[in-house]
């Protein structure tokens, strides 16, 4: 738990509000950042609120995540004199008016930066590369002849930008606004006037433009003051501010603090990077915990795909058994952890919903397709995760009430002007028992397709617009070809799913529903936990982003690109302070012994702490 007596620098931080000063605080993992950043927060409202208030001003935190948003509310009281936002959010709500600022932005910037992207890609031959490339760069190049008459822009919130519908995604927000911060001196002095404090959290995942911006509008002594929060070695996106710095004549702040690992743990975080020197805290620092390396030795992989050398099914399977010999050996059950690993696909096959992970991570699905998925909001998958896979849960538990409340909140049969809107809630609960019980009957030998008629027909379910019409179609006949369909290929991901079995709808809906101790590295940023299994398999993970065997053991296996130390370190660093108490690393690599004696001479880790679990085995 973090430690509520303020820290030596959250002194600092107060320090600077005091003198107008702008900041930045690095923070490592466990720190008590978002502690801090309530502080001084609180700070700021007892200081300056009455007077802020009094102008009209406000106090703007941004945050990553909405649910970053819902807790910094709570914990400030919902108090309206701070402006508490997601990145994007914050800034459309502040951009939003200047439109033909935005205008400009888009038609002198953002598009011709999108053009000159994929002229880069177009090496004027003939592969399909080229080809998608000219083509997207003639299609940019006819929108923005296109976009004289425009005049309205809104945000779209998705991934995705259509110039010729004004509608702007994620990224091109990002870059209007970091457009208007760096070209409109009346933008920035009209949002410093409403926001004399802006803080930003997560400040290392921060796109870079927004920063730049933010460095000039807080540079000097006095208001607008830009407070930073956030630690380089937590940054696990590209094009990010990792190495951010406060403005001009800014201060940078170190918190030393770890309130949430054991001893053990801290000091392998010390050994793992240089720029901070961490001290386990608080109620941390008595806790008595362990970390430890298993080594695996890896087969050299047999079966292929495309280029790529991969693990044959078999060797799969074995990899997942020294994995379960690795527990047995601790005497870990399954619910005592939480296990990181590096692709979701890795999940996908120990929980058994691989095949429906390949589909939407495949060449039907699109990137938004693929994100929605992941977050089960995919409108394909939505019914199943929101109401049929819960009704059958809630029946089957014996819950009918919540039986219920779904019914009343999805079902047509239960709306006030259905079929049964004369009957009894007596008669209604009957009728619901005996409805999810054919469901379930229909189950195992259904497909996804016949699964979701059924609960139509039952009027069970409202299904979104979209998947009625694609239940309705016949299935596409004709083969998917990328170049020809690229923009109907959602037909193709629709006809496949609605083929597929249901058995793998129940894991999916568990790991969805975080009833699973399994989650990807990339997903617990911000969280902890007790006991931690991380598994590098980088033969497993197909993931030429990271190579973890190369940087952990550059000596045996080579050296790292670039970029592979840069993400890796970083995606490692995040991993290991996840645990609070016990740390389990299982690596696979096709030398244990070297990497046995490298890790052990770079001080990584102590003799007693490597264990190796050879083929053999």
Known sequence: MPNLIPTQADQQVAQCLEEGRSFAMIAGAGAGKTTSLISALGHVRKTFGPSLLQQGQRVACITYTKRAVAVTRERLGFDDLFEVSTLHSFLWGEMGRFQADIHEAVTQFVVPLHIEAARKKDDGGESKTAIAARQKAGKLEEELEALV???????????????????????????????????????????????????????????????????????????????????????????????????????????????????????????????????????AADLVGSVELVLVEAEAPEAKEGRQKVYSAEQRDRALAKMDDAMAAWGWATEDVTMLFLVRQMIARRMGFETLNSLFTGPFASSRAEDEFKAGGHYLVRTFINVILPLIRAQQDGDQRRVIDLLRANSPSFSADGPYSNRSLGEMIEWSRNAIEKLEAAWASSTVKEVLLLAQDLGLVRMPDRLIEHLSRDPRSEDFDKDIHSQEKGDWLADAF?????????????????????????????????????????????????????????????????????????????????????????????????ARAELISKGLFEDGQVKVISLAA
């Open 149 to 283: 008459e425009t005049r309205a822009w809104v945000y779209d919130d998705s991934n995705f930008s259509s110039f010729s519908e004004g509608l702007l995604g994620h990224d091109d927000v990002v870059a209007v606004a970091g457009y208007l911060l760096k070209e409109k001196s009346v933008f920035r002095r009209i949002l410093g006037s409403r926001y004399p404090f802006i803080f930003v959290d997560e400040a290392q995942d921060t796109f870079i433009p927004i920063v730049e911006g933010l460095n000039e509008l807080g540079a000097g002594v006095g208001l607008p003051l830009v407070g930073y929060f956030g630690d380089p070695w937590q940054q696990i996106y590209d094009g990010r501010a990792g190495n951010f710095s406060p403005p001009e004549e800014g201060v940078t702040i170190t918190k030393t603090e770890n309130f949430r690992c054991c001893p053990q743990v801290v000091e392998l975080l010390n050994s793992f990077r240089d720029d901070v020197e961490q001290i386990s805290s608080g109620a």
């Open 498 to 594: 609605f083929a597929m079995s249901t058995e793998e709808l129940h894991p999916y809906f568990d790991f969805i529903s975080e009833n699973t101790p399994f989650s990807t590295q990339h997903g617990v940023k911000g969280e902890e936990y007790p006991n931690v299994v991380v598994v590098f398999d980088d033969v497993e993970a197909r993931w030429s982003q990271y190579n973890f065997n190369k940087l952990l053991t550059p000596k045996t296996i080579g050296e790292p690109t670039e970029g592979q130390l840069d993400r890796g370190r970083k995606l490692a660093y995040v991993c290991f302070s996840r645990a609070e108490l016990n740390l389990r690393i299982l690596f696979f690599t096709p030398s244990p012994a070297e």
